[in-house]
C-alpha cells in the first residue's frame, strides 16, 4: 500500500497535487524505479474520480488505501475502501479497479477478455479483474477469510459513457464484479453507500483488513492433485487469466478449424507460469481434450506424478518429458503444456536412444508436431546448462518454418519472493543480470535478507524457523563433487563440507536412501532439510525459507564479480563450453538458488571477501538477533 487515508483527506490532496507527488515519492522508494505514464496519469485523474465520488455520496470517512498490494503476490489494487457496513455493522470492503479508458469493446470469442487501444493484444475485462482480486484478496487475507461477504469490487471507468462500454457487463453476476462508468455515477454512489455507512468512520476496519495474517499459501505440489481432478484451486490474475483464456480459446478454434496455434507464455521466477499451466491442464483434463504436460525437469514432473497422481494412475501419465515425442503422430494431442520450456534441449537423443531414432530432428519441432496447441512456459533467464534452445526465438522461428501462427503472452507480476519486486530487483542486479551493478538491500514488508556468517549459524537458523513450522532448504553452487550413493542403511557421505561443518549433497537416484528423500522429492519432502540441494532439484520449486551457499566459482573481487570455472564441479560444463556461457549459467544458477524463498533469504558465501560484500549489500537487514 502506497498511502492511507479518509476520502476527505484524499481528495483534498488529490486537489493541491500534494497526493501525486506523495505516491510518485513511496513508489520509488519501494520498487526502486519510477512509476508508468499510465499510472502517473492514473493517480493525478482516476483516484482524484474515485475521492470526489466518496464525497458526493457523504462517505467522507470512509478509509481508502491506494495502489493496495495483495498479499504473497506483486499484485496492487487501486484501492480498497473500507468502512462499516450500514446494515450489518460489520467491517466492508470495496476493492476498486479505476479505468481511464474511454472505449472497451468485449473480446469476440470470450466476453472475460476485451479489446481496448492502444493495446496490441486482449485484456482482461475489468469486471473480471477485479472479481479475481475479491477472491484472491479472500483466499489470502485472514481478517477475511471467513467472511466473504464483506468484500466487494467495483469497476470504475469514469472516462466511458455507457455506449462505449456497457457491452463488457455481459459477464456481471455477482457483488465480487459490478462496472459503472461516468453516466451512471448516481447508480455508483447508490452502490457505494449500500456497502459503506457515512455514518462511522472506515479506520478500525482498514486496520483489521491490514493486520490479517496471510493465509498459508497453498503451494503448487500440496494441491496439485484436486487441481487436476476436481476444481481450480488457484485465483489467476490480470495477464494470468489473459494467457489461461487465449490458451483455451486457442484449444477451441483449433478444435473446430482444424488449424495448429503455437502459444508462448514467458515471465521470470514465481509470476505463476506452472500455477497456469496446471489450471490448463485440469481444465483440458476435465474438458476431455486430449492434453499432456511435459518439462525437462527429472524433479519437477516426478513430483506431479507423485502428488497429482497420488490415487490414480491415470492422472501420472498426464506429465511427460520433452524427450517423450520422439515416434510420437503428428496432432495425437489437442494440447501439449511444456512447463518450464526454457530446458527443451538441442535434440531429444541422448546415448540411450536406439539408432532409429537418430534422426537429428530438433526437439522443439518434435514438440511443436505433436499437438494442435503446444504451449510453452518459459523464462529464459533460468537456463543454467549448456544446450539449453528454450527462447522466445528459437519457438518462434520453428513455428514459422511451418507458417503455424505464434502468440507470445507476457506475465508480469510474480508470486515468489512473498510478492517482492524489489527483491527480485536486488537479486538480479547482485548478479550483474541487469545494468547498474548491485545496490544495498532496502527491507520491504515482504521479504527478508540475511547473511551468515558460517554454514554452522545459517543451518541453526534454519532449524529454528523449522521449529516454528516453516519449511526450509539449504542449497548451494555446484562447487563440491558427488560421491556414489552408499547402500541402504549406510550413512550419506558429507560432500559438502566447510571447514568442520559437512552435510551431504542431495541423492540423485529414483529411491530414498537412508531417511533421505529421491531427488525428484528433495524440495518437496520434509526430510530433504538434511541434504544440501542443487541447482538442477532446487529450480521450479519453493519453499518459505531458503539457506544459500555461494561457492568458490563466484566471487567478489575489487569492484565485480569473478567467475572461477574450475571452481565448478558441474560435470555439465565441458571444455568445449565457452567461457561467456558458463559465466553466463553461473550467475544463472545463483539467481535461481537465490529466489527459492517465498518468506526469506538467508545467504552465506565461502569466501571472506565475498562475505563481506553481501554484509554491505544487505544492509540493516542484518541483526545478530535475527541471527540468533
Not at 479483474?129 to 485472514?142: A, H, K
Not at 462511522?200 to 492433485?225: C, F, N, T
Amino acid at each position: 500500500m502506497l498511502f492511507r487515508a479518509s476520502a476527505t483527506t484524499v481528495a483534498v490532496m488529490a486537489l493541491d497535487g500534494s497526493l501525486f507527488l506523495h505516491l510518485t515519492d513511496q513508489f520509488v522508494r519501494r520498487h526502486g524505479y519510477r512509476p508508468t505514464d499510465s499510472e502517473a496519469r492514473s493517480w493525478r485523474h482516476s483516484i482524484r474520480a474515485l475521492a470526489d465520488a466518496l464525497n458526493d455520496a457523504g462517505l467522507g470517512d470512509v478509509e481508502v488505501m491506494l495502489e493496495y498490494a495483495l498479499p504473497l503476490n506483486s499484485k496492487r489494487a487501486d484501492a480498497v475502501l473500507a468502512g462499516v457496513h450500514p446494515t450489518t455493522g460489520e467491517p466492508s470492503y470495496v476493492v476498486v479497479e479505476l479505468k481511464q479508458w474511454s472505449r472497451a469493446l468485449p473480446h469476440e470469442d470470450d466476453p472475460t477478455l476485451c479489446h481496448v487501444e492502444p493495446y496490441a493484444h486482449p485484456v482482461l475485462n475489468p469486471i473480471e479483474q477485479v472479481r479475481r482480486y475479491c477472491e484472491y484478496l479472500v483466499n489470502f487475507n485472514g481478517a477475511v477469510a471467513e467472511h466473504r461477504h464483506r468484500v466487494s469490487g467495483v469497476a470504475f471507468l469514469h472516462n466511458a459513457t455507457e455506449s462505449d462500454a456497457a457491452a463488457l457487463r455481459e459477464i456481471e453476476r455477482d457483488g465480487h464484479g459490478l462496472l459503472f462508468t461516468e453516466e451512471r455515477r448516481g447508480a455508483f454512489l447508490d452502490h457505494l453507500r449500500t456497502r459503506l455507512s457515512g455514518g462511522h468512520p472506515g479506520a478500525r476496519a482498514a486496520d483489521e483488513l491490514l493486520a490479517g495474517a496471510p493465509v498459508p499459501s497453498k503451494q503448487l505440489m500440496a494441491v496439485a492433485a484436486e487441481e487436476v481432478r476436481e476444481r481450480q484451486q488457484f485465483v489467476l490474475l490480470d495477464e494470468q487469466q489473459v494467457a489461461y483464456r487465449m490458451v483455451l480459446n486457442a484449444v477451441e478454434k483449433a478444435k473446430h478449424a482444424d488449424r495448429k496455434e503455437v502459444v508462448i507464455v514467458t515471465g521470470g521466477p514465481g509470476t505463476g507460469k506452472s500455477v497456469i499451466a496446471l489450471q490448463l491442464l485440469g481444465e483440458l483434463y476435465r474438458r476431455g481434450v486430449p492434453a499432456l504436460h511435459a518439462t525437462g525437469s527429472q524433479s519437477f514432473t516426478k513430483t506431479m506424478r507423485k502428488v497429482a497422481g497420488a490415487r490414480r494412475r491415470e492422472v501420472q501419465d498426464l506429465f511427460k518429458y520433452f524427450n517423450s515425442f520422439m515416434t510420437a503422430e503428428k496432432n495425437s494431442l489437442g494440447a501439449l503444456v511444456c512447463d518450464e520450456a526454457h530446458r527443451i534441449r538441442e535434440t531429444s537423443a541422448n546415448r540411450y536412444t536406439r539408432a532409429a531414432h537418430r534422426t537429428g530432428r530438433a526437439q522443439v519441432d518434435e514438440l511443436i508436431d505433436v499437438a494442435y496447441v503446444p504451449v510453452f512456459f518459459l523464462d529464459e533467464h533460468q537456463v543454467v546448462r549448456p544446450g539449453e534452445m528454450g527462447t522466445v526465438a528459437d519457438i518462434r522461428a520453428a513455428a514459422g518454418k511451418r507458417g503455424i501462427p505464434c502468440t507470445v503472452v507476457p506475465l508480469d507480476s510474480q508470486f515468489r519472493c512473498g510478492g517482492s519486486d524489489a527483491y527480485l530487483r536486488w537479486v538480479v542486479r547482485l548478479l550483474g543480470l541487469e545494468d547498474g551493478g548491485p545496490v544495498t538491500w532496502e527491507p520491504d514488508d515482504r521479504m527478508q535478507l540475511l547473511v551468515a556468517d558460517s554454514p554452522e549459524q545459517m543451518e541453526s537458523f534454519l532449524e529454528a524457523r523449522r521449529a516454528q513450522g516453516y519449511g526450509a532448504r539449504m542449497s548451494a553452487g555446484y562447487c563440491w563433487t558427488w560421491s556414489p550413493e552408499p547402500k541402504p542403511g549406510r550413512p550419506l557421505p558429507p560432500d559438502v563440507a566447510i571447514g568442520d561443518w559437512a552435510r551431504p549433497w542431495n541423492l540423485r537416484g529414483d529411491r530414498a536412501v537412508s531417511g533421505a528423500p529421491p531427488a525428484a522429492l528433495w524440495a518437496t519432502d520434509p526430510a530433504g532439510f538434511g541434504q544440501v540441494g542443487c541447482v538442477y532439484t532446487a529450480q521450479g520449486f519453493e519453499y518459505d525459507w531458503s539457506g544459500v551457499i555461494m561457492g568458490p566459482d563466484l566471487v567478489w573481487r575489487g569492484d565485480r564479480w569473478v567467475v572461477d570455472r574450475a571452481a565448478s564441479k558441474d560435470p555439465v560444463f565441458r571444455r568445449s563450453t565457452p567461457d561467456t556461457d558458463v559465466d553466463r549459467l553461473i550467475r544463472n544458477t545463483y539467481k535461481v538458488l537465490l529466489t527459492r524463498g517465498m518468506v526469506g533469504t538467508i545467504v552465506y558465501s565461502t569466501d571472506p571477501e565475498t562475505r563481506e560484500k553481501l554484509r554491505r549489500l544487505a544492509g540493516g537487514a542484518v541483526r545478530e538477533s535475527a541471527l540468533a
